[in-house]
């Protein structure tokens, strides 16, 4: 609990509205970096745009990129090592400063999300890498891919949740005066 403690201080110090509006606009401006990167590869989807996925389909998954894999990778080892961190302190500074008496673990959240993340993309990377090479994927890190995308995407809603609950809370109590 001390470390969620210390998180929460930590974030509190800097929570606010225009931050938070900040790291709002921060997201929308990733967002729509990955559309662009997301075009130059269609009709390829990404590892993170499939939810759940098997081991053994990420061959044929990077196959379908065909010469377009080196910009799946370019996405992966740029925009989408920043934007766990863009998301997480998002989703974090909304929860610190909407839910200033909410439960302290709700902070683990974000950061929780950025670090399967980091999982998926780093494994992901290290694949593409191999993949480019062989034609192969190392099972060993392909399961941790899988793993870490659902996890992922469950955090990253649970997040969302979090801060949009924080905010009707507030609403609600505004109005109730």
């Known amino acids: 609990m001390l470390m969620i403690e210390r998180l929460w201080s930590t974030v509190a110090k800097f929570a606010n509205v225009w931050v938070f509006l900040a790291l709002v606009v921060g997201f929308v401006l990733c967002s729509k970096a990955f559309g662009r990167f997301k075009a130059a590869y269609t009709p390829a989807r990404g590892l993170d745009a499939r939810g759940f996925y098997k081991p053994s389909d990420i061959p044929n998954i990077f196959a379908g990129f065909g010469a377009k894999i080196d910009v799946y990778l370019r996405q992966e080892s740029t925009l989408d090592l920043g934007f766990p ?93």
């Open 85 to 177: 961190i863009v998301y997480a302190l998002m989703y974090a500074v909304g929860i610190v400063w909407l839910g200033r008496s909410a439960p302290h673990w709700l902070i683990a959240l974000p950061f929780a999300t950025a670090l399967f993340d980091y999982c998926e993309n780093f494994s992901t990377i290290v694949m593409i890498m191999r993949y480019r090479e062989t034609q192969t994927v190392p099972m060993a890190i392909a399961w941790i891919a899988v793993i870490a995308t659902p996890v992922k995407t469950a955090l990253f809603l649970a997040s969302a949740g979090a801060v949009i609950v924080l905010a009707l809370m507030r609403l609600y109590q505004a109005a109730a005066g």
